[in-house]
């Protein structure tokens, strides 16, 4: 990578939540976006992009044709990911660990100096054992990331592992907390909650892709090298949900105490993102809660919920 040049990235996932805002981010920073799909991907979320990036189908064409199109690519970003809520262990295994592999030894024969992976605090060791329902999700992420920083050392290819925390904002998917939350409030529906104690490190995505930027545009990052992507400070559910039912003005009763917390949330509820390494980068976030859920609840009453 040379700091201040234009870079050619390549991004999986690009048609999600954060790899739709990631590309939004890198067009923004004048580098050149090439985004690999499947042919049957939905790209509702980068329809204003569309015209502005390079796309693949990876189901279709050999990726030798990708790089007779672009001989040079400068950092790839992958996003893509499979939780394993509706996939078997095999296809969790396809998309997490033979895919990605495939792809960096690939981007690693036709020159790509950085393979930039995208995981979550999902699995943090002090977490895992308390998401037994995720296990494939989590046995697959860490195989390819102890995969991958074993194949940079052979070959020198630099390995970054970016660790997202609980990354909310608009058009995020409707099943998340976050969503979930706003839209009960802004229809004045009752909420069922737990005493409210579980407290999250909640970052708002613009600054997540602001952290992956910084990161990928720094010439001086040794490979193998990881970081956490959240604020670095916890907001208890109960003072989340205040203050949504503050700025939303909703007519919700708040029922806290009415759910029981589950197990694994009481293990996992302080979990922080140690940003100290970000930090010496430069980087930092911006973009406090409140505003952050401002912008949610801006996008979604514009597009209809009242």
């Known amino acids: 990578m040379v700091e201040g040049k234009n870079l050619i990235v390549v991004i999986t996932g690009g048609a999600g939540f954060f790899g739709s805002y990631l590309i939004k981010g890198l067009l923004n920073y004048k580098h050149q976006v090439i985004l690999l799909k499947r042919s049957t991907s939905n790209l509702q979320r980068i329809n204003e992009y569309i015209s502005k990036i390079d796309m693949f189908d990876v189901d279709i064409h050999s990726l030798d044709v990708l790089y007779d199109r672009h001989p040079k690519i400068d950092v790839c970003v992958h996003t893509a990911t499979n939780y394993g809520s509706n996939s078997n262990a095999n296809d969790v295994f396809q998309t997490n660990v033979a895919f990605p592999f495939g792809l960096l030894s690939s981007l690693h024969m036709a020159g790509c100096d950085v393979f930039i992976n995208t995981d979550t605090f999902y699995t943090l060791s002090k977490v895992s054992n308390n998401y037994m329902h995720m296990k494939d999700y989590i046995s697959s992420k860490w195989h390819f990331r102890d995969i991958g920083e074993k194949f940079s050392l052979l070959v020198g290819i630099k390995f970054i592992n970016m660790r997202l925390f609980h990354v909310y904002g608009p058009m995020d998917n409707d099943s998340k907390f976050v969503n979930t939350i706003l839209k009960q409030l802004i229809i004045n529906q009752d909420i069922e909650l737990t005493e409210g104690t579980q407290s999250r490190d909640f970052i708002y995505v613009e600054d997540a892709v602001r952290a992956f930027i910084t990161v990928l545009e720094n010439n001086d990052i040794e490979g193998n090298q990881h970081y956490d992507v959240g604020t670095g400070s916890m907001t208890s559910i109960y003072d989340f949900v205040q203050m949504a039912h503050r700025i939303t003005k ?19 509820s302080n979990i922080i993102a140690e940003i ?31």
């Open 276 to 306: 100290s390494e970000l930090s010496k980068l430069g980087w930092s976030p911006s973009i406090s809660l409140e505003h952050g859920m401002q912008l949610s609840i801006n996008y979604l009453e514009d597009s209809g919920l009242k």
């Open 250 to 268: 909703s007519k919700s009763n708040l029922l806290f105490g009415k759910k029981q917390m589950r197990n694994h949330e009481s293990k996992v």
